[in-house]
């Protein structure tokens, strides 16, 4: 018996939901480039898209679009909740912990029943933005903003988080990010769920597990941790040196890498192309932006032979940064793209439902004795 590390390149399901070309840098929903999706589609076209298994007429879509919408508002218990806790806890955490209690307000408990697919999606979508908005303007002791429902997803939570009306552009490439973020085939966050689903645990329980999978530092974590890490550059002409140190110390570069990309991840060069629209409305200053170009530049110059290039983490907090969203809620608005992939996962999974139970190669000891505390060595 051989031991698969990370289960590396082991099928878990099969899937239609999304497709990877990891050679080719090829990225598709349901069929669908990526590039094209991000041209002409929105975040929840797209998050309809990778649920039902098609682009929605037009009907569907008011359909849906309302019901996001009439569950933008959150319980007063979950904002007295965030009022309580301490001001300093990661939004992560605060998604996390704060979802499963969201639950308590769906009637449709039964995860077996696609009434809870349909409530447990549109209440999460609408929801996320505005728990993890009012957490923003809590732990900065302002007020919180109301949803406002003329507004578009994205330049909704944008209102709510930064307490003014962006501009129709920001909003629109903001919207253009989270479908870039939406889904990802089994990455291990959409494998946490997965895990979770099979145990018939709700819908909620799985996204809340997701949420903890993806905050680590080698997955959605890396965001918020490559803002940090070009933000700290002085100079920069320090940036070889600084690289080369990382790499001599076997460092890991965030936003570089990929398990399955062994070239540019798609997403990262479209994710470039928005921050360069972007940087053309707010002016071409932006000493970020010109650290994290010239960071790109250098250590693809040391990484490629080892087929190392950027992800989507590696500029998605540059172009966060310019909409004024603070570095600990980028993994947040990643996580808050993410629930419609993670649903559609679950969804799925259930229609031929098996418990994930892998199994172990032992390599303990055997008929080992109890020793009492004073006799131990
Ligand atoms: C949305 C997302 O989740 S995208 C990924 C976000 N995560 C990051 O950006 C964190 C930085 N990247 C990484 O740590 C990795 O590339 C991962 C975890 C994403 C994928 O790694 P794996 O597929 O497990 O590759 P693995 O860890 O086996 O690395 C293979 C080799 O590449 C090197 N390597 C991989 N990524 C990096 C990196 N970012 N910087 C430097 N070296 C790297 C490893 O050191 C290893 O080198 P070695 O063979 O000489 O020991
Ligand atoms: O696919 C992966 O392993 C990680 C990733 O890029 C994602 O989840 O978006």
Known sequence: MKVYAGLAGIPVVKSS?????GQKGI????????YELVQNSNFLEVSYLLVFGKLPKQTEYDQFLC???NNLNVDSSII????????DTHPMKVLQSIIPILSAFDENKDVLDEKHHYSALVRLLGQTPTVLAAWKRISEGKEIVEPDFRLSYGENFLYMLRGEKPEKAEGEIFDKCLILHAEHTINASTFTAIVVVSTLADFYSCVSSAVGSLSGRLHGGANERVYHMLSHIEKIEDIPKIIDEKL????RIMGFGHRVYKTYDPRALIIKELLEKLIKIKGDNIPLYQKAKEFEKVALERLKEKKIYPNIDFYSGVLYSLLGIPPEFYTPVFAMARISGWIAHCKEYLKENKLFRPTQIYDGGHNIHYIPPEKRE
């Open 17 to 21: 939901i999304s497709y990877i070309d």
């Open 27 to 34: 990225l598709e929903y349901r069929g669908i480039p990526i």
């Open 67 to 69: 019901d996001v919408k």
């Open 80 to 87: 007295n909740f965030l009022k309580d806790i301490p001001k």
């Open 248 to 251: 001599s110390r076997k460092e």
